[in-house]
């Protein structure tokens, strides 16, 4: 299994320090559901990114066809854990401001979902569109 070790420290330096931020704050409702969404998400996000395996480029490649996992339900798990992950940070953190963050990268995870769609239709053709049509995203 391929695993991008830049990504996991990241992840790893990221969250003592999101921790530190955290803990000094107030609980307010806004903080707890924000945790609630973020670090279930975060979770499965971690989840998807191990299922995916070999199959992750952070460009639109077509090497294999994962679908089993998290991937038989959502064929986009890292996209939709990931800005939910993001939602639930900027609930938490109480930075309206990165509504702004969060409403440029929905259009771009679109577009790029559609950019790996086309991808995948060209290299796996009826299978893919098979296991499009059994998922959702």
Same mark, same amino acid.
């Given at each position: 299994?391929?695993?991008? #070790? $830049? %990504? !996991?420290?990241?992840?790893?330096?990221?969250?003592?320090v999101l921790a530190?931020y955290l803990l000094?704050?107030?609980?307010?409702?806004?903080?707890?559901? $924000?945790?609630?969404?973020?670090?279930?998400?975060?979770?499965?996000?971690?989840?998807?990114?191990?299922?995916?395996?070999?199959?992750?480029?952070?460009?639109?490649?077509?090497?294999?066809?994962?679908? %089993? $996992?998290? #991937?038989?339900?959502?064929?986009?798990?890292?996209?939709?854990? $990931?800005?939910?992950?993001?939602?639930?940070?900027?609930?938490?953190?109480?930075?309206?401001?990165? !509504?702004?963050?969060?409403?440029?990268?929905?259009?771009?995870?679109?577009?790029?979902?559609?950019?790996?769609?086309?991808? !995948?239709t060209e290299k796996?053709?009826?299978?893919?569109?098979? #296991?499009?049509?059994?998922?959702?995203?």
């Amino acid at each position: 299994m391929k695993l991008n #070790y $830049g %990504t !996991l420290i990241l992840i790893a330096l990221s969250m003592p320090v999101l921790a530190v931020y955290l803990l000094p704050l107030a609980w307010t409702v806004s903080r707890i559901a $924000g945790l609630i969404i973020a670090v279930p998400a975060f979770i499965l996000f971690i989840v998807a990114r191990i299922q995916l395996g070999k199959a992750f480029s952070l460009q639109a490649k077509a090497s294999i066809l994962v679908t %089993t $996992g998290i #991937y038989s339900r959502i064929r986009n798990p890292i996209y939709i854990f $990931g800005g939910l992950v993001m939602a639930g940070i900027i609930l938490c953190v109480n930075l309206p401001w990165l !509504l702004l963050v969060f409403a440029v990268l929905i259009p771009m995870q679109i577009y790029r979902s559609r950019n790996e769609e086309r991808v !995948l239709t060209e290299k796996f053709g009826a299978a893919y569109l098979d #296991y499009k049509r059994q998922t959702w995203f």
